[in-house]
């Protein structure tokens, strides 16, 4: 999924007319999906990560 949103934002910038009015409509979309995708893997690598005990 994450790597979906990030293929996702990087098509709607490159497919976007830079000239055009609605650019900014756009440039939302791909940064929220970008920020989703980062919220997802940070809630992934936290459930994942192995939870260390302390030695001493």
Do not use: G
């Amino acid at each position: 999924m994450c790597l979906l949103c990030i293929a996702f934002a990087s098509w709607v910038l490159t497919s976007s007319d830079p000239e055009n009015a609605d650019t900014w409509k756009a440039a939302l979309l791909a940064n929220v999906s970008a920020l989703s995708a980062i919220q997802y893997l940070r809630h992934y690598v936290k459930k994942r990560r192995p939870s260390r005990e302390d030695p001493r």
